[in-house]
């Protein structure tokens, strides 16, 4: 029987958090090692990566992945978690903005831009989390953080709504970015839809939807083997080095190496190594399916 360790790609739907459906793959799926590579808010859908087995391993590199969202902003109001699912804070006369505008705007949030987090969000400050604050009312000062957005581009615009679509690094808030853009345009906006595209190479058409999982029709042939998730270098060794990998010894390897590297020996992934010292490599995380 195949061992079910990989990367399951689910399309999270608004309602849903992270968490709930890491819940309902260990229940559907009967397994108790599944994680996610990071959190999609509530009111957000589209691609969330599911680690299981083995994958889990690898967390911290499919979180650092670049994403692509698209969603709709609509000015008037702010809430006070930048999102539809907040309670309304302030409002501000209709404005109606020309393309132009918008466009010239949108330009200014291109490229490396500083962020602060917003008060609704899991980040730590102190050991607690910054949506805890919010919830008892208390406002936490945050140090801003440096992000790129790669494009941010007008997909659409109807009266007091724009639609839009942003690809930008790991750790970038699209609630603050429409925030941030409303205020640039001296209005207030919130955004109201949200659908993650893509993370890293991994896009919406490859992914499976909470219904099927709940009926039970996915199995271990529906994961992603866990390389396909790491954008690595990729290194062959010689069949006869395989026992010294998997006891952790370093073997020769003549190719030039990044910092880390995916190993693959005896037509199989093994795990991602690094080079101790000149010449050499060796595994430093081993997850080869056994």
Same mark, same amino acid.
């Given at each position: 029987m195949? /061992?079910?360790?990989?990367i @399951?790609l ?8 992270s968490h709930d459906?890491?819940a309902?793959? #260990?229940? +559907?799926?009967?397994l108790?090692?599944i994680? +996610?590579?990071?959190?999609?808010? =509530? ?5 969330l990566p599911? $680690?299981?087995?083995k &994958? ?5 590199y @499919?979180m650092g ?6 969603g ?5 109001y ?10 309304i ?9 020309t393309?132009k ?7 200014l949030?291109?490229?490396?831009i500083?962020?602060? =987090? =917003?008060?609704?969000s899991a ?5 607690k989390?910054l ?10 000062? #945050?140090k ?9 581009? $007008?997909?659409d615009?109807s009266g007091?709504?724009?639609s839009?679509r ?15 853009l409303? #205020?640039?345009?001296?209005?207030? &906006?919130t955004?109201v839809?949200?659908n #993650?595209?893509?993370?890293g ?6 992914c +499976? ?5 709940k009926e039970g029709k996915?199995? &271990?042939?529906?994961?992603? =083997? ?7 270098q ?9 026992n ?7 073997v ?5 190496l ?7 020996c005896?037509?199989q992934f093994v795990?991602i190594?690094i080079?101790p ?5 060796r595994?430093?995380?081993c997850? /080869?399916e056994?």
């Open positions: 195949k /061992l079910m360790q990989g @399951l689910i399309n999270k739907d608004k309602g849903f958090t459906v890491v309902l793959c #260990r229940k +559907h799926l009967g108790k090692k994680g +996610h590579t990071g959190t999609l808010d =509530p009111m957000a859908r589209g691609v599911i $680690l299981v087995g &994958a889990t391993k690898i967390s911290n @499919l992945q670049d994403k692509v969202y698209e709709t902003m609509q000015f008037g702010r809430t006070d978690t930048l999102d539809a699912d907040g309670e804070l302030e409002v501000s006369p209709n404005k109606i903005f393309e505008d918008l466009l010239e705007a949108m330009k949030f291109t490229g490396k500083d962020q602060v =987090p =917003p008060m609704y980040i730590k400050i102190k050991g989390k949506y805890e604050y919010a919830r008892q009312g208390q406002e936490v000062e #945050r801003t953080r440096q992000v790129e957005i790669y494009s941010f581009d $007008l997909l615009l007091d709504q724009i839009f942003v690809s930008c690094s790991s750790g970038t808030y699209i609630r603050s970015l429409v925030d941030d409303a #205020r640039e345009l001296k209005s207030l &906006a955004l839809d949200l #993650r595209v893509q993370v190479n991994f896009s919406l058409d490859q +499976h939807s909470i219904l099927d999982l996915l199995s &271990a042939g529906d994961l992603i =083997p866990m390389d396909q998730g790491l954008d690595l990729k290194i062959e060794v010689q069949e006869d080095y395989f010294a990998l998997m006891f952790g010894q370093s020769p390897c003549s190719q030039s990044d910092k880390e590297f995916k190993v693959y005896k037509n795990g190594g080079s010292y000149p010449g050499f490599i595994i430093n995380k997850l /080869l056994v």
